[in-house]
């Protein structure tokens, strides 16, 4: 199966997607399919809208995006409090050999390793 952007690499637990070899938060699975839409339709416009902010060389309306941006994310599970309650540590953002999941990763295809390693 060939990988796209839109489907990551995921660790086993699913907490985490793999991009350029760094761990990154995925979004809560116990959110339903339509707040997830939701939540993710107000990250991608607040995305647009720091990019609008950019252009036009717009300090305020860039913030005020900026704070909707980590608003969607937070409440998409990806940013703030971790979504799951066994009390593992969060590893995001952290590269994937620094972490317990390592060894598994080392394990993982060659072809698999190389796109999680070099993926945008």
Do not use: Q
């Not at 540590?89 to 698999?112: G, K, S």
């Amino acid at each position: 199966m060939t990988r796209t952007p839109a489907d990551p690499l995921r660790t086993p637990d699913g907490r985490y997607i793999i991009i350029r070899g760094r761990l990154w938060r995925a979004a809560n699975p116990n959110l339903s399919s339509a707040e997830r839409e939701r939540l993710t339709r107000e990250l991608m416009e607040a995305r647009r809208d720091v990019a609008r902010a950019k252009k036009r060389s717009d300090p305020a309306l860039r913030l005020e995006a900026r704070v909707r941006v980590d608003d969607a994310k937070t409440a998409l599970g990806e940013r703030g409090p971790v979504w799951w309650n066994d009390g593992t540590p969060d590893y995001n953002r952290r590269l994937v050999h620094n972490t317990p999941y390592a060894d598994w990763f080392a394990a993982l295809p060659a072809a698999a390793r190389k796109f999680a390693l070099t993926e945008a």
